[in-house]
């Protein structure tokens, strides 16, 4: 199994302002995926994040709101840009260590984000 | 198009009995399927996954679930459950027609409710 550290943990943000969320994990994974959760909901794909090119956006989602890095292959960022409420959400990491067909994905404990 | 089902958005049951989140789904290939559970305020972990033999698997905490193809189905069992059982579950499909598309398509999850 992979572990994951996300960071940070949860934080309150003012309209307008971005915050970036970090995820690292502790061996090197093929492909990392960032999600979005309403609190009880189910979860929403925001993007893939690829290791040396751009990141692979969902329909809905795009760029210049949510710019993802993935400098390497343990690491990756995902910002939130000019918050509004509506991004009040918990934020999550996962990661796919690719190890064969049926590998299971892994999770990090979640940003949880509130946009006052 | 490949969906999953989980047709209770709440599951309420004493302690001690047993209990059964249900999850259907739909893909083109054969399916590999997953169970996560989230506690409150906490990431996904990882149940138990099907991928190919044995239809009952096995899993974490004492669950298990039974793969019935005819039916598509994947519930997920435990034959006594405990308060602390109590969380969201969530099931998943990946299609192995997807190639290297190693996107999860997730169920809106299930509240499991156990009562002591």
């Known amino acids: 199994s992979a572990v994951i550290s996300q960071k940070p943990s949860r934080d309150i943000c003012q309209r307008g302002t971005s915050l970036t969320i970090q995820c690292q994990v502790d061996?090197?994974?093929?492909?990392m995926f960032w999600y979005r959760q309403q609190p009880g909901q189910s979860l929403t794909l925001i993007a893939t994040?690829?290791?040396?090119?751009?990141?692979?956006?969902e329909s809905g989602f795009v760029i210049d709101k949510f710019p993802i890095s993935r400098p390497n292959l343990t690491f990756s960022t995902l910002t939130v840009s000019n918050m509004s409420p509506e991004d009040s959400s918990i934020y999550l990491c996962?990661?796919?260590?690719?190890?064969?067909?049926?590998?299971?994905?892994?999770f990090g404990q979640g940003t949880r984000l509130t946009v006052v | 198009a490949q969906s999953v089902a989980q047709p209770e958005d709440q599951v309420n049951v004493a302690e001690g009995n047993p209990l059964t989140v249900k999850c259907t789904y739909s893909?083109?290939?054969?399916?590999?399927l997953f169970w996560y559970v989230q506690y409150p305020n906490r990431g996904l972990q990882f149940l138990l996954k099907y991928i190919t033999g044995d239809n009952l698997v096995k899993g974490s905490y004492g669950f298990e679930a039974e793969f019935n193809k005819s039916q598509t189905s994947f519930h997920l069992k435990k034959p006594s459950a405990l308060v602390s059982d109590s969380a969201l579950y969530f099931c998943a499909v990946r299609d192995s027609n997807a190639g290297n598309n190693r996107k999860l398509i997730w169920g809106l999850g299930t509240s499991l409710a156990v009562n002591p």
């Open positions: 994040a690829n290791q040396g090119s751009e990141a692979t956006y």
């Open positions: 893909v083109s290939g054969n399916p590999y």
């Open positions: 996962s990661v796919d260590p690719f190890m064969g067909a049926g590998t299971e994905a892994f």
């Open positions: 061996s090197q994974v093929t492909m």
